[in-house]
Structure formats: C-alpha cells, structure tokens
C-alpha cells in the first residue's frame, strides 16, 4: 500500500471574487519503494544482471553480469530453498534478505543448495543465507497431515507431493477393492524406505477419512535413524495408532527379508528410492509364499530414475531399460515384459 498524504492550502478552493480557482496541491508519498517491490524486481536492482537488449554478458568493468535472477525458490514448511549459480554467490545473503522479507510470515529460513545428494540418507549440504527461526519444521501440511523434520538431516521434497497423494489414493483403492473380497481385518503395505512418513502416516492416519471403510496397517522403514526419529513423531502428530503403523529402522533389503521371515502378507511395497530402488529387488529372490497366510503376491512399487524421454519411442525405450533392470535384480530376464507387466508400470 503506499502511504500518501495531500498537503493542501486549506484556505478554501474560491478566490475573494467568488470565482472557482485552480491552485497547486502537494502529494507526499512516504512509503519506500522497496515495500511495493517483488523479489525480481529488488534483485535485478541489486545486481547487475543482463539486459535483452543489448545482450552483453559483462559489464562495462569486464565482470560477468547475471544471466538469471534467482528469485524463484522451492518451500518446504517455512524454509525457501534455493539452488543458487556460481555467478549469484557474491549476492547471496542480500537475496536471502530479499525472499525473506518479500515472503514473510510463511518464509522463516531461506537456505541454499551447495553440493549434490550423494549420500545414502538423499540429504544434500546446505548453508543458511537468512534465518529468523531454525531450520526443523514443524507441521509442513501435505494432504491433510502435518509433518515435523530437520530439513538439513532427513529427505524431504515437496516436489514430490503429487506423487506421495497418487499412490496413496492408489493404495487405498485397491485396500478397498481387496477388502470386500477378502474380508480381511485390513490390508497391509510395507514401507520399504518410508522417510519421516509421507506415504505411511496419510495411509494409517486415524483422521484419514477411509480409517474406518480401509484399514490399511502399514510397516515403513527408514536407514537414517534422524528419518526414523521423525517418522515416530509424525505418527503421534497424525495419530497412527501402533496398532497400525509398525516402523524400523533397518536397511532396505533387511526389512524385506523380515517382511517374509516373520510372514507379513503385504499386498503392496513401496520402495522410494530413485537411483538403486530396482536393484534391492534382488532381496525378493527367494520369496516364500508358503510363510504368508493368502500365498498372494504382492504389488511393488519401485520409484527410479530414468532418462528424459523426448518423444513416444524414447519413452519406450526408457521403460523397456527400467523393466531391464527390475528384471536383472529379481533374476527373471524376460518376465516382467509381459503385457501385463507393461499396463502395470507407470513412467512419467
Ligand atoms: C528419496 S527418499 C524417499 C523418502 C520417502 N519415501 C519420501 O517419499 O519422501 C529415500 C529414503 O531412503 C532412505 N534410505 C537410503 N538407503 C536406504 C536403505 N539402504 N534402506 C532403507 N532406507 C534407505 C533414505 O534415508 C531416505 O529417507
């Protein structure tokens, strides 16, 4: 909103003869410009950035100018995350300032990516450009459940919400369809690499509107002991009764083999890792049906990376080289091109 205040000679609007007369009249605008700004337009303010028209890259100094003004950001509960070039680093704490400022209440912490995911926990390193709270995250809303986590030691992408509602809605679909058939006391899912929770806790949440039409009781597992902390605590937030959600802290091919061990006749796994979740098919060699008590067979969902498919032959061939590499680890060459295997997989 810009403040304004009109200073105006108050000795009426008439001259002494009684006819209208036009006089001068003063707007003061107090607010500063910086309030009415967005994010881009401070930024490109601040830094000097390419301009369309003349196309130069550097500036009349010889020092590069910025290509792309990094004002978009990813948000995760109250913490921007940026992403930011090499070329932005020497602003980086001003646009810290900047989103901060621009987004606040809902922005608290503005953090910048600084190196790749290569650890197994899929965290990444991170450095704090601007803070006015600290970085744990307490009830970032997704799906009508609300999640706590330290956003520096556990995995968590919002991206990613999308993908957490349609399995779900999926899963409690199929719990529905195979319920009425079996009449079972619930359908269960096995978790393999459940994080702090996003597909187990709306699966088992008693606020959950198909708690008492779907049962579904739900074993998830983590290997990072901080996600596996936070996976109880989600639970007790979204009450997910023990009776329901069983969790672990083991690593992958463990908990599947104690899935089969103790005879847990899970309908459907996921298994949410992108770069090797095929390859911990490998631990579903063996499997013993006999141990479970319907000998079914249970759905896996595997979550990988895949290339960039540019057309409907690439896409083909990307599926073909994902089912290759399913296959490769369950030691089935051949078996999953079935066409039924096909209509069952999904590449986005
Ligand atoms: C991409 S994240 C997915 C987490 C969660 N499913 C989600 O959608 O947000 C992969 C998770 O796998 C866990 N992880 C990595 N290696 C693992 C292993 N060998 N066994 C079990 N979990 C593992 C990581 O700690 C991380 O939480």
């Known amino acids: 909103m810009i403040e304004s205040s009109a200073e105006e000679d108050s000795s009426g609007s008439t001259s002494p003869n009684g006819k209208p007369e036009i006089r001068p009249s003063y707007i003061r605008l107090s607010a500063s410009p910086y309030s009415l700004l967005s994010v881009d337009q401070v930024l490109r303010r601040i830094m000097p950035c390419q301009n369309d028209d003349s196309g130069d890259a550097i500036n009349d100094n010889g020092n590069p100018l910025i290509e792309e003004i990094p004002s978009s950001f990813e948000v995760a509960g ?141 074993h998830a597992n983590d290997l990072n002991p901080i996600s596996y902390h936070y996976l109880q605590a989600n639970a007790k937030l979204n009450r997910c009764f023990s009776d329901r959600l069983v969790k672990y802290n083991l ?27 095929p ?37 083909s061939r990307i599926h073909t080289q994902v089912l290759q590499r399913c296959e490769r680890a369950l030691g089935c060459p051949g078996s999953l091109s079935e066409p039924e295997g096909r209509q069952k997989t999904r590449l986005k």
Not at 283 to 311: D, L, M, Q, Y
């Open 78 to 218: 109250h913490v921007a995350h940026v992403n930011l070039r090499e070329e932005s680093l020497p602003y980086k704490y001003l646009i810290g300032k900047a989103i901060l400022e621009k987004n606040k209440p809902k922005i608290r912490v503005v953090v910048n990516k600084i190196g790749n995911i290569e650890n197994e926990f899929r965290t990444f390193p991170m450095e704090i450009l601007r803070a006015k709270d600290w970085i744990l995250i307490y009830g970032t809303e997704e799906h009508g459940c609300r999640f706590k986590l330290d956003f520096a030691k556990v995995y968590w992408n919002s991206r990613l919400s999308g993908e957490h509602e349609y399995l779900v809605k999926q899963i409690v679909s199929s719990a529905h369809e195979e319920l009425l058939v079996t009449k079972e006391r619930h359908c269960i899912v096995a978790d393999v690499m459940g994080g702090v929770g996003p597909f187990a806790v709306p699966l088992t949440s008693a606020n959950a509107s198909h708690y008492h039409t779907t049962p579904i009781l739900c």
């Open 251 to 277: 690593d992958g091919r463990a908990f599947i083999h104690k899935m089969n061990e103790e005879g847990v006749d899970a309908s459907h796994f996921i298994m949410n890792l992108p770069a090797s979740a």
């Open 279 to 315: 390859e911990f098919l490998d631990a579903f060699k063996g499997w013993n049906f006999e141990s479970t008590s319907s000998k079914k067979i249970p759905t896996i969902h595997v979550h990988c990376f895949g290339e960039k498919a540019r057309g409907p032959e690439e896409k």
